[in-house]
């Protein structure tokens, strides 16, 4: 693009003079934004976490006041706070975060696990944290192992580490079952086996790729 000084006009056709006055053009530059600019999406997450946590407190605060003004329970108050906290992580790390997707997957299963025990506790531990929504969360990234893989067919055996942790997790809880901790173990055994089973087809149908995987993370 060339502009004219006496004409004062502007050409977007490749030429050097001017085609009313025949004057020699002078060149102008544009710097176009040749990418986006992902740092816009970015800053409306952020505002929009921002938003949510003054919401939460907000509402937080206000269930407090109702509480101490009325007959509601403190329990009420505590759950809706864990509820309202875990919104708030979910926004900032599984969003926001720049983790993969199975960090994500494991990282908030984890902290889900851990407020439903907080939850069980406040309400007089009645064990059904322990029992079920634990091996329920192995059995949630056993699941979201199986996905990824198959998404990620060309590097699936980049996953056998976290695997082998799940047969780890499922292990523990069968353990808690022998010493009484877990009083209803059906489902963690279910979750130990199926995190064996994942296991095992892993390294049986992966064959020497998943052999290489092991003893690259073992140094054997």
């Not at 030429?15 to 600019?37: A, K, Q």
């Not at 809706?80 to 299963?109: D, E, Q």
Request: aromatic share 8%; proline share 2%; charged share 15%.
């Amino acid at each position: 693009m060339s502009k004219c000084r006496q004409c004062k006009i502007e050409i977007l056709d490749e030429t050097e003079r001017c085609p009313l006055c025949n004057t020699v053009l002078e060149p102008t530059i544009e710097v176009e934004n040749m990418y986006p600019d992902i740092r816009v999406r970015s800053r409306k997450l952020v505002m929009l976490s921002r938003i949510y946590l003054f919401l939460a407190v907000a509402a937080e605060l206000i269930l407090v006041d109702v509480y101490m003004l009325s007959d509601v329970q403190a329990l009420a108050v505590i759950i809706s706070g864990l509820v309202l906290l875990f919104g708030y992580i979910v926004i900032r790390y599984a969003i926001l975060g720049t983790s993969g997707y199975i960090a994500k997957t494991v990282v908030l299963t984890i902290i889900a696990v851990i407020m439903f025990v907080a939850i069980d506790f406040s309400v007089g531990y009645n064990g059904w944290s322990v029992n079920y929504v634990f091996p329920s969360g192995i059995l949630l990234i056993d699941a979201a192992v199986v996905v990824l893989m198959i998404v990620n067919r060309k590097n699936w055996q980049s996953y056998l580490m976290l695997q082998i942790f799940m047969v780890l997790c499922g292990a523990a809880a069968v353990i808690l079952s022998s010493v009484g901790i877990i009083t209803h173990p059906m489902l963690s055994i279910v979750a130990l086996n199926a995190s064996i089973i994942l296991l095992l087809g892993t390294v049986i149908i992966g064959g020497r790729r998943a052999r290489v995987e092991l003893r690259r993370r073992f140094h054997i």
